[in-house]
């Protein structure tokens, strides 16, 4: 599967991949139509920035290792420049990044993600399997819960 080449040169980051590690427990505590108490919701809420800035701080800090073309925090929007991971370098990726709500909550991110492969000189557009997307928005949501959970501890 060579999307995730992609995936692999994040999770060679260390907090990444303690990031895969707990994504699975993280996402249990997504939604689920209760209401949550007031101090979590507090925690959550947006701050100086226009957006959530967990999921903000942890969307930058999960795409550092690609280059950025827009970086919007009033609106949300992170947009990388196509990447190349050096260990697959017929294969490239783009992602973009919106941040929908001033909650942490799953359903206030959203992932997209383009790539293109090298075909006679030139690059072509290939699709992108779901799992990929979903993976990078996993890690962003671990992330942004990590460090809701540190500004607490700290």
Do not use: H
Not at 31 to 38: A, C, I
Not at 107 to 120: E, K, M, P
Not at 121 to 149: C, Y
């Amino acid at each position: 599967m060579p999307q995730f080449s992609f995936l692999a040169r994040l999770g060679r980051r260390p907090a990444a991949l303690a990031l895969l590690g707990v994504a699975a427990l993280g996402l249990a505590g997504c939604g689920g139509g209760k209401e949550r108490p007031k101090a979590d919701l507090a925690a959550s809420q947006v701050t100086t920035i226009g957006v959530n800035s967990y999921l903000w701080r942890a969307s930058l800090d999960s795409l550092s290792f690609m280059p950025l073309l827009q970086a919007d925090s009033s609106g949300g929007v992170i947009i990388t420049d196509w990447y190349a991971n050096p260990s697959n370098p017929n294969e490239r990726m783009k992602v973009t990044v919106s941040i929908l709500d001033q909650d942490l909550r799953a359903d206030a991110l959203r992932v997209a993600a383009s790539r293109q492969v090298a075909q006679g000189g030139g690059w072509v557009d290939a699709p992108v399997q779901a799992a990929t997307v979903q993976k990078l928005e996993e890690i962003i949501l671990t992330r942004a819960r990590d460090l809701r959970r540190s500004a607490f501890e700290g």
